[in-house]
Each structure stands twice: as C-alpha cells, then as structure tokens.
C-alpha cells in the first residue's frame, strides 16, 4: 500500500467558485445535474450524488455584528467577525461592517466544498455484494462502474449521504479521488483548480498537521468558532481522508454531527440470527423427535 492521501477542505477561504465542481465534472466526464435553478440559495447543485462528486455549498447566515458587548467582542469571544461574511460584503479596516451597529444582525455566508469522506471504517465496502467498491492501494475508496449491479446497498449504508445512483442504468457512483490521476502522480482535478487553496491535497499525516495549525492560527486571530471535522481517528468512522476545518457547527454544513460506521452491529446482528436459527432448528427436531414417540 502506499502512503495514505486524503483531501483537507479549509471553508474559511473557500470563495465560492465552484471551480472544483467544474473541474471534477470535466475530468471524470460526469454529467450534468440538469441545470435547475433552486431559487434559494446561488447552490445550484443542492448535495452530494451520482452526478455531483464535488458539492459547494452557500449557507447565507444573519449574525450579530461584533463590538463591546457583541458577538466578536469581549463578551462575544466564539462568535463569527465580520470579517466571515464571504465575498461581496465590505468591511472596515478593523472587520467591521460599515454602517453596522454593535449587536446588530448582519449578512455573512458560510461556503464549503463537500466530497465523499472517503472514510477509513466504509460502510459501503461492508455492504458490497460485488466488489465494485474497493479500497485502492492509497486508502481511498472507489466504485468501478462496470463492477456494479445496482443493487443500491450502498446508498443508505453511507453516514453522510454521498452515494447515489444514476436514474438512467440505476449503477451507483462517487467521488474516486481522480483515481486514475494519483496513478499518474498527479493531484486531484478539484484540488488543481481551486484558486484560494481551499481544496489541499497531499498526505493526510501531513495535512492534519496542517489544518491544526490552521486551527491555532485562526483561534490567535479570535476566531474561536472555527473547529476540525473528519480528523478525529477515534470518531465514528475510525476518521475521514476527506475532512475539514469548519467555521461553524456540523449541522450548519449539513454535516452530521456524530457519523457512525453503518455496519457497525453487522457482527452482533448475524450472531442473533445465527442463535436464532439454531434455537428454531433445535425446537423442530424436539418436535419431531417427540411426534415420533
């Protein structure tokens, strides 16, 4: 096996461009999400699926404008600043917006770019009856399409809804990590493209050593909010290769708060039917053993 890559997403620069979506969709040759224009949000994409490997997401947000006594004061340490509200918004020199009252809601937005986790306990591997998943010889976790039977196990074993299937040949498909680019010594199309590097690629001791100090820098600057999330080796899914630093909770992202490996009672649930059928084989034979008396 080779050394264990893995994408580090940094939201806290993420401008929105949605050149990672582009890129991913180029490269891998994935089709269209069908154009539609949601009317809520500039998020053209909504989520995660067979046809949107990289999802950018824009959580627009109403926050109190920091000062004395105001989120991003003395009293408001934790609170997003001003100086979060995301591109089109003008500050002062000092973070604040102009015109902006202490305590005062303000617009910011929250953008972050979403990609399969590429988890290190994956529950869509467990589930597999195929072999169409496999964990590659860099840890990541990919579907082959010509493998698949559609069988769709996969999509619900999955703990943050990545998975989808094409309604056209009903075959499940993901993020590969540009699977055939890493072959070839090359980084990820989405992370090649992102302008701010936001989407950073590379080996994941290395990354998580990085977004730590992403994390100490940003809590130096009296951003106290921002937090890691996938990094944690001893959460649910034994930690992501695809984890990020967040301005905000989970939730907020659409992100569950405490991811679990799907198949984790799988074991204890085949020992119960495994009793059971030797209790029900034992209560036909004593059955059948008394009748013949």
């Not at 949000?41 to 105001?70: C, K, M």
């Not at 290395?206 to 990094?231: C, M, S």
């Not at 009672?265 to 004593?286: E, Q, R, Y």
């Amino acid at each position: 096996m080779a050394e264990r890559v893995g994408f580090f997403t940094d939201t806290s620069v993420c401008i929105g461009c949605k050149a990672c979506e582009v890129a991913c969709k180029e490269w891998n040759d994935v089709p269209d999400d069908g154009f539609v224009f949601r009317a809520t949000s500039y998020d053209n994409t909504g989520g995660l699926g067979a046809s949107t490997w990289r999802h950018v997401a824009f959580i627009e947000q109403r926050v109190p404008a920091p000062g004395n006594g105001g989120p991003g004061g003395p009293s408001g340490a934790g609170e997003p600043p001003a100086d979060s509200v995301g591109p089109g918004v003008e500050t002062g020199p000092d973070g604040e917006r102009p015109g902006a009252v202490a305590g005062e809601p303000v617009d910011r937005w929250l953008m972050a770019s979403d990609v399969c986790k590429h988890c290190t306990h994956a529950a869509c591997l467990d589930v597999c009856p195929t072999g169409a998943l496999f964990r590659t010889e860099f840890h990541t976790v990919v579907v082959q399409a010509d493998v698949c039977n559609g069988c769709g196990y996969c999509v619900p074993a999955c703990p943050y809804g990545v998975i989808g299937r094409r309604e056209d040949d009903g075959r499940a498909f993901k993020c590969t990590m540009c699977y055939d680019r890493l072959r070839g010594g090359l980084e990820p199309a989405c992370a090649k493209a992102c302008p701010t590097d936001s989407i950073q690629f590379g080996p994941l001791d290395e990354l998580l050593e990085r977004a730590e100090r992403r994390v100490e820098d940003l809590h130096g600057q009296g951003r106290t909010e921002a937090r890691l999330y996938g990094a944690d080796p001893t959460d649910g899914v034994g930690g992501d290769g695809a984890f990020f630093l967040l301005m905000d909770d989970p939730e907020v992202y659409g992100l569950p708060p405490d991811p679990v490996v799907t198949t984790r009672d799988l074991p204890a649930m085949w020992g119960w039917a495994a009793g059971a059928a030797l209790s029900m084989a034992g209560i036909m034979t004593a059955a059948f053993l008394r009748r013949r008396r």
